[in-house]
C-alpha cells in the first residue's frame, strides 16, 4: 500500500489549498480514505472521511462548510479543497486509508506521510 499527500503550502487566512492523496495497493473503490491532522501539542484529529463504497462523507464540526473531500476513481486519488482557511488550520495534514468508515475514524491501518499546512494571520 502507498499512500502520498501533495498540495500543502503556506497561504493567508482566509485563502485557499487544495491536498491531493494518490494511493495504490488497494482496490481504491472499496475503501474508505480519511484526512487528518495534527498541529504542535495537539492530538491527531480526523478532518475528513470519503467511503469509496457508498459515498458517505464525514466532516469534523471545525471544518464543515469549508472543507470538502472528493474522490478520483480513475486515478485512485482523493482531494481536500480547503477554503475560508484560519490560523487554527495550521497543522501537518496526513492521509489514510481502510476498508470502513468506523475504522477508519477510530485508527487506519495505512498512512501517507504528511504534507504542512500553515496559514498565517
Known amino acids: 500500500v502507498r499512500i502520498v499527500e501533495s498540495g500543502g503550502g503556506v497561504v493567508q487566512a482566509g485563502g485557499s489549498l487544495r491536498l491531493s492523496c494518490a494511493t495504490s495497493g488497494f482496490t481504491f473503490g472499496d475503501y474508505t480514505i480519511g484526512w487528518f491532522r495534527q498541529a504542535p501539542g495537539k492530538e491527531r484529529e480526523a478532518v475528513s472521511c470519503?467511503?469509496?463504497?457508498?459515498?458517505?462523507?464525514y466532516y469534523a464540526d471545525s471544518v464543515k462548510g469549508r472543507f470538502t473531500t472528493s474522490s478520483d476513481s480513475a486515478k485512485n486519488t482523493v482531494s481536500l479543497q480547503m477554503n475560508s482557511l484560519k490560523p487554527e488550520d495550521t497543522a501537518v495534514y496526513y492521509c489514510?486509508?481502510?476498508?470502513?468508515?468506523?475504522?477508519?475514524?477510530?485508527?487506519?491501518?495505512?498512512w501517507g506521510q504528511g504534507t504542512q499546512v500553515t496559514v498565517s494571520s
Open positions: 470519503l467511503s469509496n463504497r457508498d459515498g458517505i462523507r
Open positions: 489514510a486509508a481502510d476498508y470502513s468508515l468506523v475504522v477508519v475514524k477510530s485508527g487506519p491501518s495505512y
